[in-house]
T-cell receptor, first 117, second 114 residues
Framework: AQKITQTQPGMFVQEKEAVTLDCTYD???????LFWYKQPSSGEMIFLIY??????QNATEGRYSLNFQKARKSANLVISASQLGDSAMYFC??????????????FGTGTRLTVIP | DAGITQSPRHKVTETGTPVTLRCHQT?????MYWYRQDPGHGLRLIHY???????DKGEVSDGYSVSRSKTEDFLLTLESATSSQTSVYFC?????????????FGPGTRLTVT
């Protein structure tokens, strides 16, 4: 089973509007971390935001916030006041606490966001 | 920006030839990772290292080997490249292996095996 599912291959948003990128995850581990990364057309992976499974509040970083719904196993990324520079691929990823050593990230397949002027 | 470089940035090679990709960091981070990125699969872990000479396999390790003789360098070797190894390879580093430690990624290496 996929550990991370991103069901939106592509999304469009008008500049200055808010947009939500969906992410659902699958784990039986009570301890886990959820991450969002941005990949612009230049190719680099940029860390955006982190949410721990035991965090009581939703994470926020500037215009990015994570809508964490633990019971639904969803960790949607909300980008407020979209800018043209937000056009990129966005990846949701998870790390499970029971992993020893690596704590590697499991990635979804990504959502391509296009911001329309 | 985290100090991570990858070399080469682009490489075209023939099937059956050995290839080594290099990841170099200036952050003195303990953990280093190699991922590959393919359409429809996101990023998948190939190998990782949790210290000098300490390495282990990820989920797609077949056909790859790694070495880490210094904290700052992590090498990925394709012993005999195949067309299925055509991909974009990313190196990542993490200060520690704990749950909340984000991974910082290098710029990537685009490898084409003909």
């Amino acid at each position: 089973a996929q550990k991370i599912t991103q069901t939106q291959p592509g999304m469009f948003v008008q500049e200055k509007e808010a947009v939500t990128l969906d992410c659902t995850y699958d784990t039986s581990d009570p301890s886990y971390g959820l991450f969002w990364y941005k990949q612009p057309s230049s190719g680099e992976m940029i860390f955006l935001i982190y949410q721990g499974s035991y965090d009581q509040q939703n994470a926020t970083e500037g215009r990015y916030s994570l809508n964490f719904q633990k019971a639904r196993k969803s960790a949607n990324l909300v980008i407020s006041a979209s800018q043209l520079g937000d056009s990129a691929m966005y990846f949701c990823a998870m790390r499970e606490g029971r992993q020893t050593g690596a704590n590697n990230l499991f990635f979804g397949t990504g959502t391509r966001l296009t911001v329309i002027p | 920006d985290a100090g991570i470089t990858q070399s080469p940035r682009h490489k075209v090679t023939e099937t059956g030839t050995p290839v080594t990709l290099r990841c170099h960091q200036t952050e003195n981070h303990r953990y280093m990772y190699w991922y590959r990125q393919d359409p429809g699969h996101g990023l998948r872990l190939i190998h990782y290292s949790y210290g000098v000479k300490d390495t282990d396999k990820g989920e797609v390790s077949d056909g790859y080997s790694v070495s880490r003789s210094k904290t700052e360098d992590f090498l990925l070797t394709l012993e005999s490249a195949t067309s299925s190894q055509t991909s974009v390879y990313f190196c990542a580093i993490s200060e520690q292996g704990g749950l909340s430690y984000e991974q910082y990624f290098g710029p990537g290496t685009r490898l084409t095996v003909t």
